[in-house]
């Protein structure tokens, strides 16, 4: 079946360094990809997402490229801060079958 | 401005006593789900409507159902809860057609006593 993998956290960085979350997926046929954030006792809020092959999606300085061949869907930024500290869920699918989610990974930023 | 809103925030029952969650959306989107969040895990899929059908993931439990009486409100009922029902419940909307990204509301953090 469908599933997503990414990176388990806690991931601690200091304010301004790089940020990668490894993403990848299995799937059946070409899903689109998702990235999602959820801060403390919070809903979830669409950070980014690429619906084919070699699209990339951004938004707040996030960025994350589908890639097909290697079945990913990495999340980086290169200067993160303080408030990006939060949980990012890598997720496929959606439409009407609903979305498939990793684990999450908790990201600290320590100033 | 919230577009799915979810209420209760919070909500505490007591063991076996049948508990209601609420779900309304501004969206006008015809797809509506439920998720289940236990701490520190993926959200979890219970069931959806797509428009009034109703779909429900194989492992959901019967002990939870769902009422969609129209468009922009969505119910999860719990009929009798265990303390492993105990999570974050979301509700999220999304347009119908392949793979389009869904809307969450804030959550209802529910705890069974």
């Known amino acids: 079946g469908n599933s997503v993998t990414q990176m388990e956290g806690p991931v601690t960085l200091s304010e301004e360094a790089f940020l990668t979350i490894n993403c990848t997926y299995t799937?059946?046929?070409?899903?689109?990809l998702f990235w999602y954030v959820q801060y403390p006792g919070e809903g979830l809020q669409l950070l980014l997402k690429?619906?084919?092959?070699?699209d990339k999606g951004s938004n707040k300085g996030f960025e994350a490229t589908y890639r097909k061949e290697t079945t990913s869907f990495h999340l980086e930024k290169g200067s993160v801060q303080v408030s990006d500290s939060a949980v990012y869920f890598c997720?496929?699918?959606?439409?009407?079958?609903?979305?498939?989610f990793g684990k999450g990974t908790h990201l600290i930023i320590q100033p | 401005d919230a577009m799915v809103i979810q209420n209760p925030r919070y909500q505490v029952t007591q063991f076996g006593k049948p508990v209601t969650l609420s779900c309304s959306q501004t969206?006008?989107?015809?797809?509506m789900y439920w998720y289940q969040q236990k701490s520190s895990q993926a959200p979890k899929l219970l069931f959806h409507y797509y428009d009034k059908d109703f779909n429900n993931e194989a492992d959901t439990p019967d002990n939870f159902q769902s009422r969609r009486p129209n468009t922009s409100f969505c119910f999860l009922d719990i009929r009798s809860p265990g303390l492993g029902d105990a999570a974050m419940y979301l509700c999220?909307?999304?347009?119908?057609?392949?793979?389009?990204?869904?809307?969450f509301g804030q959550g209802t953090r529910l705890t069974v006593v």
């Open positions: 969206l006008n989107h015809n797809v």
């Open positions: 999220a909307t999304s347009r119908s057609g392949v793979n389009t990204e869904a809307f």
């Open positions: 799937a059946t046929g070409y899903p689109s």
């Open positions: 997720a496929q699918g959606g439409g009407a079958d609903g979305l498939t």
């Open positions: 690429a619906t084919k092959a070699d």
